[in-house]
């Protein structure tokens, strides 16, 4: 593994990489106050088979610049970030134009959108719980933007921490399955010393209300341009799986070669990355 920061529209992000600079492209997106490093057992997998693994922290995420103060996250932001690395990625005359792209939950919406609107620059896709969020009704967009203008005047508090290991022990917590070793080295990563102890490396912003709800219609929309054969991952026991109108989701794409469900909840890449990796190399393309 090796890990470099790079500049894309006036921020550094940081990525995380495996396998060879002229092999084939994966990358892959987490979810919403995820961070690469959390796939790293997955990426050695599919980089042993011979791909180029590239797994970037999202804008105010892991190590990756917070956006501007004045500014905040949205679907179109993390959409223009990944528009500018992949042409970054692409831009050796011994690259592929093509990658495969594998998004997680707000990565798989992210990633969703992009094989959409940028289907030429998509060879195969992957989307695990990543059919975009629950969707929102017309009364609840308008409350939420009054939440979300109510967040800018008094912005979610920063949550401090006594040590690394309470933040690790937090972690785990939420993802039970992480065993303390495995939660210690993710924690690590995504901490820094503050008054008081440590706080998260990611922009407390994440906990506010988005401006702009979700679509539904307008997703699935972009969802039927998909034109790259698609693989569909869910956790069985995840909540996900309840969305009411996720069976309409799946039938608004119109390339679905595969679609598997593993015996996990809402993280199958640090729940059973070996299973995951299994399914993946079952199903990618040969690289």
Known sequence: MRERMINLRGLRFCLREWGKEDAPIIVILHGWLDQAASWDRLSQRLADLGWRVVVPDHRGHGRSD???VGTHYHFTDYLGDLDALVRWLCQSPSTSQQICLIGHSMGGTIAGIYAGVRAARVRHLVLIDGLGPPSV?????????????????EPRPIMVMQSVCAAAERLRRLNSF?????????AERVTQICDGGVKWTWDPRHRSRAAVAFDIQRHMEILSRISAPTGLVFGVNDWYVSIEDLPDRIASLNNVRWRVGLDSGHSPHMQCPTLLAETLQTHLPRP
């Open 137 to 153: 009704d017309c009364k609840s967009a308008v409350d939420q933007l009054s939440v979300h203008l109510n967040h800018l005047i």
């Open 66 to 68: 917070h956006a501007p």
């Open 178 to 186: 992480l065993d303390e070793g495995e939660a210690i080295r993710l």
